[in-house]
């Protein structure tokens, strides 16, 4: 064994059978894949916008989705739903407090609370309720003093996921509580108690206090009620199961192959968060969004919150889907008279075309507005997934339309996916696997060397907060640089540029700038 016996035998009797199992079986390789992995994930999550963007989109997410229902209610006429949305508001509300006490304790103990099973990071090994840290010495099979410096320095490179799991558990908590004051007052309404009347208030205390065991996870052995509020917590953090969520659960397959294989987990670091993303968006395109599995079980299961919720996503669907054709059709002028579209997607498939562009201030998957002195900027949305993702897809599809011929342009099904494909293959969490495919197609030395060197320069720690810099504090580096090999990829990543020749306009030889980070509110 990689730990002491009487280490495991303290351990295995606080665990069940799957978990002893689980730990006996992995060899010291894996282990080592493991902390590999840690670390790789770490550096891709370090960045301060990265957390930013993590946070307003699960803010937007617990206000738009009871207003989701609300609209479904008023749609279908259903006044209990309706009053239910708002009740979900009320409870999150409320409940603040609680939130802010519980994250704090939460980022205290360096574990989630509330549901310490389904997390953003996927990949870890879950022991009696808590996450076994990759680069420990309990993991690594290392104890004394060496297993404490082990510990020390995992703790250290592995704090971008623990202020992750930190964000998750304040968003987490609102939308548990919130739900789960919803389900007290809908229990309370279905028992014909006035929700002012002492039997009423009761009621709704005693469910909301048997949400929560004594170390403050959600209660859901034998309770309904607190499942279906964990459930849509899970949902509504993109964190729930991946298994029997869509017709042909690619995403679950997906994560039980690179699971089992966790030397290629460095193409996908995250399947299960990009996956619900993407379904998240599927269930809401107008038409195609009521065949999903997801909203058939919910209008199949006659619960009137969820047919109410399934209504108000075909409507806010349509409404993203004709607020993004609307800015598709705006153009802006800046104070030269030059012409920008108000709305951007990819770009122009011609490099030159593209860079041209980029010197005048166009920035790919934004939206544009006139700066003070005439000058047109841009923010970026296509971080803000999944509500902002539609945009990206009629942006798309609106430049796609205009670069290909006459001819394609009667297939427009083909420039549909084509555009899918485009904005997917921007997300960086499918960076990677976008990255190995253009290798793959064209594999060359040179290729394939700045691919590992990518990979390799990635992984040293804190990468993509000296990349991403810090508002006000660390400013990133503005210029783009050309990156030739392993070496060059490594320092590209490691903020090591001043060792790099900057790229530079082909026609007035200045350097080009890299688009800046920006979060579109």
């Known amino acids: 064994f990689a730990k002491n ?19 006996v079986a992995k ?15 770490n550096s891709l999550l370090s960045g301060v916008y990265t957390h930013a963007v993590n946070i307003k989109s699960g803010l937007y997410e617990a206000f738009i989705r009871p207003a989701e229902q609300i609209i479904g209610g008023v749609i279908g006429k259903d006044k209990r739903a309706r009053a239910l949305g708002y009740a979900q508001y009320k409870g999150m509300i409320m409940s603040l407090g609680d939130v802010v006490i519980a994250t704090s304790k939460a980022l205290h103990q360096g574990d989630a609370i509330l549901d ?54 304040f968003l987490k908590q609102s939308n548990y509580r919130g739900r789960l004051f919803a389900n007290a007052v809908e229990n309370t309404l279905e028992r014909g108690l006035s929700l002012t009347s002492k039997e009423g208030r009761d009621n709704i205390d005693r469910i909301f206090k048997e949400g929560f065991d004594e170390n403050g996870a959600a209660n859901i052995k034998d309770n309904p009620f607190n499942k279906d ?14 298994r029997n969520g869509s017709h042909r659960n690619w995403g679950s ?3 039980n192959l690179l699971n089992k294989n966790p030397e290629f987990r ?54 993203a889907a004709m607020y993004g054709y609307h800015l598709t ?21 011609n490099f030159e075309v593209k860079k041209a562009w980029l010197q005048l201030g166009w920035q790919p998957y934004s939206i544009g507005y006139i700066k003070e002195d005439g000058s047109i900027g841009y923010r970026q949305y296509n971080r803000m997934d999944p509500r902002f993702y539609i945009l990206g897809i009629i942006a798309d599809l609106k430049e796609n339309a205009q670069n290909i011929n006459d001819e394609q342009k009667q297939d427009m099904f083909s420039a549909a996916f084509l555009s899918v494909f485009k904005n997917a293959t921007n997300k960086t969490y499918l960076r990677g696997i976008a990255d190995a495919m253009e290798v793959l197609s064209d594999p060359n030395e040179n290729k394939i060397s700045r691919f590992f060197g990518g ?67």
């Open 5 to 23: 016996p009487a280490t495991l035998s303290a351990q295995w009797q606080k665990s069940n059978i799957e978990e002893i199992i689980d730990s």
């Open 27 to 41: 060899t010291k390789v894996q282990r080592g894949l493991e902390a590999a992995n840690s670390l790789y994930i």
């Open 116 to 169: 310490p099973i389904s997390r953003t990071q996927d990949n870890l090994q879950i022991v009696n309720g808590k996450a076994v840290r990759p680069i420990s010495g309990q993991n690594l099979g290392f104890e004394g003093g060496v297993g404490t410096a082990i510990d020390w320095f995992g703790k250290i490179v592995e704090l971008p996921t623990r202020l992750l799991m930190t964000g998750d558990e």
């Open 229 to 242: 509020a964990l459930e849509y917590a899970r949902e509504s953090t993109y964190t729930n199961d991946l």
């Open 253 to 255: 397959a997906l994560q």
């Open 266 to 319: 460095f193409l996908a670091p995250f399947i299960r968060t990009p996956t619900n993303l993407w379904r998240h968006f599927s269930n809401r395109i107008p038409g195609f969004g009521l065949l999903t599995k997801q909203n058939l079980d919910m209008w199949k299961s006659g619960d009137r919150r969820a047919r109410a919720e399934v209504i108000g996503r075909q409507m806010l669907g349509i409404s």
């Open 329 to 349: 059709t705006e153009s802006l002028v800046d104070k030269n008279g030059n012409g920008f579209p108000k709305i951007t997607g990819s770009g122009p498939a």
């Open 455 to 521: 990979i390799v320069g990635s992984a040293i720690p804190y990468a993509s907060l000296r990349n991403q810099g810090i508002p006000y504090i660390l400013e990133p580096d503005e210029n783009a640089y050309e990156v030739r090999s392993f070496v060059d990829s490594i320092y590209n990543r490691a903020g090591m540029q001043d060792k790099l020749e900057p790229k530079r306009d082909l026609l007035s030889g200045e350097p080009i700038e890299k688009t800046p980070n920006s979060v579109y509110w």
